[in-house]
């Protein structure tokens, strides 16, 4: 879907168990960090949200933050 994902599944390939995010005494691997922002495309996409639209994101800083803001990017 979006552009943003290339490099962000690039990395999930080349370093899958590497460290994308550290949130507090969370640790975050490429590889997860890449299916959970498949995962919220998925389901933006089965909400009729697509490419263009406009989408309000009012969060606090967190990981669901993080992947919520790539899966619509």
């Known amino acids: 879907m979006p552009w943003i994902n290339c490099p962000l599944q690039k990395a999930s390939k080349k ?21 959970t922002v498949n995962l919220a495309q998925q ?11 406009r989408v309000a994101l009012i ?4 990981v669901e933050y993080l992947t919520t803001l790539l899966a619509l990017w």
């Open 15 to 35: 370093f899958p168990h590497r460290t994308a995010i550290i949130a507090g005494q969370k640790n975050i691997s490429y590889a997860q960090l890449n299916l």
């Open 59 to 62: 969060a606090t800083n967190s």
């Open 43 to 53: 389901w933006l996409q089965a909400q009729d949200i697509h490419k263009h639209d």
